[in-house]
């Protein structure tokens, strides 16, 4: 398994202001995803977080908007971009370990709960 | 495209009793199936998958799943509750190694 932390847990942000969110797990992973949770919602993929090169973002989802880094095998971050309060959601960071591990062997983070006001 | 259907938003049984959770997927192929539980306050964690072979599989936590191609479903079971069972079930299907997921059922248990 892996133990992977985000910060920050949870924040309060104001309209137009921009937040990122730390991902780091214990060890070396080889995919990394970020994902929206809304109020009451399933989970929705945003991007898979690419080491050294840039993000693939999922349908609906910009780099403008969700600007994604990982600069190496165990650290990721995400930024949500002039926030407004269609942004409040909870963002999960999710990890497979290896590529020996099964398809859909993802590990989660506890979440990023974010509010915008 | 593949995709995962929770039909139930929400399920209250009582602690000892059995439980279901219904899962369809629309999928071409033989999909890669998973129950995820996500309780309050905590991340997703891994009940179980299926990939291949034996239709039913048997995960953490007591649960098990059975893979039903005739019926495209692939349902969790638990054949008694427990109180600390409570919490939110997905229902995922892979997707180049990232997951699709279900809407979601919450399961209530009542004493």
């Known amino acids: 398994s892996a133990v992977i932390s985000q910060k920050p847990s949870r924040d309060i942000c104001q309209r137009g202001t921009s937040l990122t969110i730390q991902c780091q797990v214990d060890s070396q992973v080889t995919m990394m995803f970020w994902y929206r949770q809304q109020p009451g919602q399933s989970l929705t993929l945003i991007a898979t977080a690419n080491q050294g090169s840039e993000a693939t973002y999922e349908s609906g989802f910009v780099i403008d908007k969700f600007p994604i880094s990982r600069p190496n095998l165990t650290f990721s971050t995400l930024t949500v971009s002039n926030m407004s309060p269609e942004d409040s959601s909870i963002y999960l960071c999710s990890v497979q370990l290896s590529w020996d591990a099964g398809p859909g062997e993802l590990f989660f983070g506890e979440g990023s709960r974010l509010t915008v006001l | 495209a593949q995709s995962v259907t929770q039909p139930d938003i929400h399920i209250t049984v009582s602690e000892g009793a059995s439980l279901e959770l219904r899962c369809n997927y629309s999928y071409g192929a033989t999909p890669y199936l998973f129950w995820y539980v996500q309780s309050p306050g905590q991340g997703l964690q891994l009940l179980l998958k299926?990939?291949?072979?034996?239709?039913l599989v048997q995960g953490i936590k007591g649960f098990e799943a059975e893979f039903k191609r005739s019926q495209s479903s692939f349902n969790l079971r638990k054949p008694s509750v427990h109180w600390s069972d409570a919490a939110e079930y997905f229902c995922?299907?892979?997707?180049?190694?990232?997951?699709?997921f279900g809407s979601g059922t919450r399961l209530q248990v009542q004493p």
């Open positions: 299926y990939f291949s072979g034996d239709t």
């Open positions: 995922a299907v892979d997707r180049r190694r990232a997951l699709t």
